[in-house]
Structure formats: C-alpha cells, structure tokens
C-alpha cells in the first residue's frame, strides 16, 4: 500500500467497496467503504505497509479486532470481518461510527454539563463494566477514544475506540501482554501512578483512574495534570493532589467531589474497585442532585468563580487552579533533581 489513496474505489472480499479515506495514522488509515448488499457504509481500517514489518505493530493490530470482537455492542464499535490486502496488509471492517470525539466536543464548547458529563459517563463506565467482565483492560482512556453520538431519543449515545494497547488478563482469554516492564502504556496524562512507575501487574482500575481524569477534564476544560515537561508530569500524576472540580463550577456539587477523589486514589487499593461501583455512586449522586435541583432550582450552564478564565495566569486567587499551578511552579525542573527524588518517581506510593 504505497498511497492510501490507490484504495479508493477497490473492492474487499467481493463485499465492500471503499469510497473515501476518513483518517490516517502512525500504525494505518481508515477507509468508509460501502457493503454493497446493503448499501451500508462501514469502516475499514488497514496497517501500514511499514507496520506489518514490526511485531508489536501487527499484534496490537490484531489484538485491537479480537479484543472489540469480545465486547462486541452497544457501546464498542462491532467488528465485521477481517481480511488481507493483496499487497499483504491486514485489515479489519467495523461499524461506522458517527459523531465527534469527546476531544473535539471539549475543544469546541470548552466544558460540558453535569448533566451531559454524568450521561456519558455512566455509559462509559457501563461499557468498562463489560470489558473488564471480559478480562480486558483497555488502558487508553481518553477523550479521543470515546465518540458521541445522537441516540435514538435525542440523548447523548457513547462508543469507546482503539483497544489497540488493551490487555487480556483473563485466565479464560490467556494473558497478551505486548509490553516490558518500566513500559509506560497509553496516553500519559491519563496514566494511573502504577503505570507511570512501570508497573506490569495493572488491572481495571488504571481504566477508572483516566475515567476520572477525563470527567475533570470534560468539567473544567483542562487535564489536572498536565506539565509539558515529562518528567514533571510524571511527578505531578504520582505526587500532587488534583484540584476539586467544585472549586473552580459552583454548578456541581461536592458529592461529586467525593467520588473523583475515590477515583483518583494513588494507590489504587484505595481506589473505587471496579466500574460498577463507580458508576453506581455517580448515578446516584445526579439522582439526588436532580431532586434538590427541583426544590431550588439552580442554573443548568456551567458557573465559574469569578475569575477563571483561559488564561491560567488569571486564575483567581485561592481556587484549586491557582493552588494547582502553585504546586505545578514549585516542583524543581529535571536538572535539579536529586537521584531520590528521581527515584521517587518510580516507586509507589503506599
């Protein structure tokens, strides 16, 4: 496959007809193609020439189609068929999702609702109950994996992508692992403390640390932890508080606040312990708030503290923002780092 582009119009497995390229990637592209018996339009995702070439490429390739297979609906994209180009690259057809990205949504309306925050949440978090069930961790939650979409009542309906870098732990699946040791795996702004210091045994609660990373952030319109600089990320995610939601949305009540704080444990035996205790406590912190929201009737639009503004330079004075960067400034830059405190960075915390 030397150009995407020399895909367009050919057909796949007698079945398929692709029409136009919808994205491309390090590891491949995505095609929308047409099934021609019924008319359908599905997606199709082939690896790069160069990706077949390397082993952890292709198996992660092929781990993502067996792993969305096992989940399945109605929160993963299905998986239809699998095949081989001529030219002897893998490809997979799934469903064709319609939507924008979480991302994309932050980016355009800078924060969500409580209510819109609460609805995709508790989806996603009912779709990671059905990983998890499955022996799967997902390991790369984040705002560009999760597509909304309008639902049949006019609702918000989520899709959870990319199992690209998802484990199977299950005795049931055999274990494939395709990382080392000391491997940091995933997005690291959404990486729990464990992965950051390497840690192999992880499990289902990374997926609940970086749930809990992406409601703050889809709350506020920024990660909680988010220095450019590697290394003082990596400090930040294993040592520093994030800053309450509450402080900054006057909107959202501080229940909520108590659950992000269960979610964002450093130690994840602190931690909630699995996705459906999670999304319990979430459902039933909107269940009372919406009661509460009847008998005194608060604005629906997200509210600040006066002051909060894009620019992080005129956060106001005493809220968790300002406290945020403070501890953000005061935490020395790489080169003054004694050996223990870059050690600190890799051991965890109790």
């Known amino acids: 496959m030397a150009n995407p582009l ?6 796949l497995l007698g079945r398929y007809k692709l029409t136009r390229i919808l994205g491309e990637g390090g590891m491949g592209v995505v095609l929308e193609a047409r099934e021609m018996s019924t008319d359908k339009l599905v997606a199709v995702k ?6 077949t070439r390397i082993g952890n490429s292709f198996r992660r390739f092929q781990q993502e189609v067996r792993t969305a297979s096992m989940v399945g609906k109605p929160h993963v994209a299905e998986v239809y068929d699998v095949g081989m180009l001529a030219t002897g690259e893998p ?41 998890h069930a499955k022996g799967i961790i997902h390991r790369d939650i984040k705002p560009e994996n999760i597509i909304l979409s309008t639902g049949r009542n006019g609702g918000t309906d989520i899709k959870l992508i990319d199992f ?19 491997v940091v795996v995933g997005t690291v702004w959404y990486a729990a403390p464990e992965q950051v210091n390497g840690t192999r045994d992880l499990d289902a609660r990374v997926d609940l640390w970086a749930t809990g990373i992406c409601m703050i952030e889809s709350l506020t319109g920024r990660r909680p932890y988010e220095a450019l600089d590697p290394l003082r990320l990596m400090l930040d995610i294993v040592g520093k508080p994030h800053p309450r939601v509450s402080a900054t949305r006057v909107d959202v009540p501080v229940e909520l606040d108590t659950i992000l704080a269960k979610a964002l444990r450093k130690s994840r035996n602190d931690r909630y312990a699995t996705a459906h205790a999670f999304r319990s406590d979430l459902a039933d912190m909107w269940t009372k708030h919406r009661k509460l929201a009847v008998s005194h009737p608060i604005s629906t639009q997200p509210e600040v503290v006066p002051g909060y503004t894009d620019s992080d330079a005129v956060a106001t004075e005493g809220t968790a923002v300002e406290l945020a960067m403070r501890r953000v400034d005061a935490v020395p830059p790489p080169e ?15």
Do not use: N, Y
Not at 168 to 173: F, M
């Open 91 to 131: 490809f997979f057809v799934m469903e064709k999702v319609e939507g924008d990205t979480l991302r994309q949504r932050i980016t355009r309306d800078r924060w969500l609702t409580l209510k819109d925050v609460v609805s995709i949440f508790v989806q996603l978090l009912t779709t990671l109950e059905a990983v």
């Open 164 to 182: 690209g870098v998802a484990k199977l732990v299950s005795p049931s699946v055999g274990r494939a692992d395709i990382t080392s040791t000391g």
């Open 6 to 11: 020399d895909l367009v119009g050919k057909r």
């Open 46 to 51: 082939v690896l790069h020439t160069r990706e």
């Open 336 to 350: 003054m780092l004694t050996r223990t405190q870059t050690d600190a960075i890799r051991t965890p915390r109790p």
